[in-house]
């Protein structure tokens, strides 16, 4: 059965203080790894796929990395208007159906 | 831009009656998807769609049914809605080909069955 872990459950950054957030994947035939920003009442807004191992993705102070067991969304001098919840998601060979971690909030203070 | 929509951000029903979840994508996507959403539970995939008129079960289709006569339009409807129903309910669409596990995510719809 495919899984994906996410950790931490929660981070609280200061402001400026760099950080990883985790997600550790187990799925037979990777077909995309997704990474996703969900704020509280929203639906998840879509950040990066990686698709292969050593394979990096970037968006302003985000960075999301690949490798054949663990995916990384580093988090470089956070701003407080970062704070929402992550996601991660794994595609496998089942068409279509992505399995989700459950996620890390992230709060970032000022 | 990527754009899925869907009907209404706030819902309220009572126990017993039928509900129309509505979703519309302008991007041309082939698959569609209905999810719901709970703390402690995540994401749970409902129904999807890969063509018109297509539709395949996820994890927990039952007390849902789904309906998708356009190509960027997909309904999900709870024929009798219960309160264990009340939910966040997602829809996402991706495109065809390699990149089918792409999904793009509406803003929502936030379903309370009293």
């Known amino acids: 059965e495919d899984q994906v872990t996410q950790s931490p459950e929660a981070l609280r950054l200061q402001e400026g203080e760099s950080s990883s957030l985790n997600c550790s994947y187990t799925?037979?035939?990777?077909?995309?790894l997704f990474w996703y920003r969900q704020d509280p009442g929203k639906g998840p807004e879509f950040l990066f796929t990686?698709?292969?191992a050593g394979e990096e993705k970037e968006k302003e102070r985000l960075k999301a990395t690949l490798t054949k067991k663990e995916s990384f969304l580093h988090i470089t001098a956070p701003k407080p208007e970062d704070s929402a919840t992550y996601l991660c998601?794994?595609?496998?060979?089942?068409?279509?159906?992505?399995?989700f971690g459950q996620g890390t909030i992230l709060t970032v203070h000022p | 831009d990527v754009k899925v929509t869907q009907s209404s951000r706030y819902l309220v029903k009572r126990t017993g009656e039928k509900v129309f979840l509505e979703c519309v994508q302008d991007?041309?996507?082939?698959?569609m998807f209905w999810y719901r959403q709970d703390p402690g539970l995540g994401l749970r995939l409902i129904y999807f769609?890969?063509?018109?008129?297509?539709?395949e079960k996820g994890d927990i289709p039952e007390g849902y049914s789904v309906s998708r006569e356009k190509k960027e339009r997909f309904s999900l409807i709870l024929e009798s809605a219960s309160t264990n129903q009340t939910s966040m309910y997602l829809c996402?669409?991706?495109?065809?080909?390699?990149?089918?596990?792409?999904?793009?995510f509406g803003p929502g719809t936030r379903l309370t069955v009293l």
């Open positions: 769609s890969y063509d018109v008129k297509m539709k």
């Open positions: 990686l698709y292969s």
């Open positions: 998601a794994a595609g496998g060979t089942s068409y279509g159906k992505l399995t």
């Open positions: 991007m041309d996507h082939e698959n």
């Open positions: 799925v037979s035939g990777l077909r995309g």
């Open positions: 996402a669409s991706s495109l065809g080909g390699p990149k089918y596990n792409e999904q793009f």
